[in-house]
């Protein structure tokens, strides 16, 4: 009647102690679950005439630098590791392809069934 639930169950003989392994190395010897990444960044201009964005040519005849457009920041693309950024419970349930919304409803589900069964 409620088979991802059902599967959850069953997964749960694996997935219980590999998320206790995965917890015990985070608390205990600060293991963090990290992936390869790249973003962006914004960092101070870097053209050496740039001040605030601008470049100064004598009494009032400033223009906008052309490296940070009159910003005053560019945009510097980084790499490195970052945090993977998924809860262990959704990492878990990845690893063994249960569906958390379709398990949701189904204990939705058989919350109404057991409220409507009291109330009879």
């Known amino acids: 009647m409620y088979p991802e639930c059902d599967r959850m169950v069953e997964a749960a003989k694996e997935t219980q102690p590999a998320g206790d392994f995965i917890e015990w190395l985070r608390e205990e ?8 990444g790249s973003w962006q960044d914004l960092d ?6 740039c001040e605030k964005g601008y470049i100064h040519f004598g ?6 630098c052309p490296r940070c457009e009159g910003t005053g920041l ?4 980084r790499e490195g590791y970052v945090h993977l950024g998924v809860p262990l419970d959704q990492l878990l349930a990845q690893w063994k392809a249960i569906d958390l919304v379709k398990v949701e409803a189904e204990r939705r589900t058989m919350l109404e069934a057991l409220r409507a069964g009291a109330g009879a």
Request: glycine content about 0%; some cysteine.
């Open 29 to 36: 010897k600060h293991v963090s679950l990290m992936v390869w």
């Open 59 to 64: 009494h009032d005849n400033n223009r906008p």
């Open 44 to 49: 101070p201009c870097t053209n050496m005439a």
């Open 74 to 77: 560019i945009t510097v693309d």
